[in-house]
């Protein structure tokens, strides 16, 4: 699981923004996203990424407008000339985080770090987006690194590289999903689903959200409003969740008060592994209602 620091807030559903898109930008000030990512990258035609740069950085300087919400900025690659004029236009901006698309080898994640360090700005995070074979195949090696705070999967990336025929079923990509969660998770990092890009079907949202919980993921990366509810209720442990942590927190610790490890509960063995994934979904259930409060 990440470590517990990254677990102070909840990141149930991250919103892609075009940066220059203002009326979107505008928008997501009110929306119940937990995460906006101002997107430099896919979602932004060539002749728009300065007048994108503008709109985000002005955005960051008056980032209270967007309340809690956590504000990423996704950049062009860094081999890239675009991408390199991304950083230089944004890198001191106030951003939450730095998303680096097409990661593919830790040395792209060292250079990234080795800029925002020479501009004296060491601490802000990197995501990586994990969108290619070489990627997904690199991705523990990604996670490693100190600087990178979070995996977040390119599925649709992913799909036509790998030659995936477009459908909800999802089975062709769960070796690359699973690669991805359990490089994240060796390293204590935050893991995020990919994209759902059929609009009008919230049913398949739905699914695709919940099968990305049961997988492991944190949270889901969206790309419309109307998907915010969906993956903010999926990814919120529920009534059930929260009560079961509960029980679970308390059977131990009346376990312990005897003297032992283990104990049963509704015929389910739980030892301290299980309490402790109960503290974290209470985490998660707090910040979540502190989160709630604010809007």
Not at 133 to 156: D, E, F, M, R, Y
């Amino acid at each position: 699981m990440p470590h517990s620091s990254l677990l102070s807030r909840p990141r149930r559903s991250l919103l892609f923004v075009p940066g220059s898109h203002a009326r979107a930008m505008e928008k997501a000030k009110k929306l119940a996203a937990d995460v906006i990512i101002f997107d430099l990258e896919d979602g932004v035609a060539p002749g728009t990424k300065e007048e994108a740069r503008g709109r985000i950085r002005d955005a960051l300087a008056n980032r209270r407008s967007y309340g809690h919400r956590e504000l990423l900025v996704r950049i062009n690659p860094l081999a890239t000339t675009v991408g390199l004029e991304d950083f230089s236009a944004l890198a001191g901006a106030g951003m939450d985080g730095l998303m680096l698309p097409k990661m593919e080898a830790a040395r792209e994640v060292d250079h990234a770090a080795s800029l925002l360090a020479a501009h004296g700005l060491g601490r802000v995070p990197l995501w990586a987006n994990i969108e290619t074979p070489l990627g997904v195949l690199q991705s523990a090696k990604i996670a490693a690194h100190p600087a990178c705070v979070a995996l977040v999967a390119g599925t649709n990336d992913l799909r036509a590289a790998l030659k995936i025929s477009h459908s909800n079923d999802r089975f062709p990509l769960l070796y690359a999903l699973q690669t991805i969660l359990c490089a994240a998770r060796a390293y204590g990092k935050l893991a995020f689903d990919g994209t759902f890009i059929q609009f009008g079907d919230m049913h398949g949202l739905e699914a695709e959200c919940q099968e990305g919980k049961r997988l492991g993921f944190d949270g889901k990366t969206l790309v419309h409003p109307e998907q915010i509810a969906i993956a903010n209720e999926v990814f919120s442990p529920n009534e059930e969740e929260t009560a079961n942590a509960r029980a679970v927190i308390l059977r131990y610790e009346n376990t312990l008060a005897r003297g032992q490890a283990v104990d049963i509960l509704d015929d389910r063995m739980i030892e301290e592994l299980h309490v402790r994934r109960a503290h974290e979904t209470l985490a998660l259930h707090r910040a979540i209602e502190k989160v709630s409060g604010l809007r």
